[in-house]
């Protein structure tokens, strides 16, 4: 069963790979993946909205990676990192391969 729903822009070629990946790294089926709008609305190229099914939060930014990463058994630890305000600061400040409204692919 699901717990997840990982909400992303089917406009933007790095986020349809990445979801892609996850869809192949989710061995557990934990992680629903959606090109509709999320709660939040449309979700922006480049990033990323996640709902907790169960609590129906709503996460955005390095908390939404960290939330999809512990869902995942070969991204777990990573998750894990990300609790560290250190680690999570400068993964915050840091968005490889996408610039926002302009992909570098």
């Known amino acids: 069963m699901t717990k997840i729903v990982l909400y992303y822009n089917q406009n933007c070629p790095d986020c349809v790979r ?8 989710d061995w557990f089926r ?23 099914r169960k609590s129906r939060k709503v996460f955005t930014g390095v908390y939404a990676t960290r939330k999809l990463c512990l869902q995942l058994p070969v991204y777990f630890l990573y998750g894990l990192l990300l609790f560290l305000p250190t680690v999570r600061n400068k993964v915050d400040g840091e ?9 570098e692919i």
């Open 18 to 25: 990445q979801a892609k990946r996850t869809a192949q790294m």
């Open 95 to 103: 968005k490889p391969g996408c610039n926002g409204d302009a992909c």
């Open 30 to 52: 934990r992680v629903a993946l959606s090109t509709e709008n999320s709660p939040l609305g449309e979700t922006p190229v480049g990033e990323i909205v996640v709902v907790d």
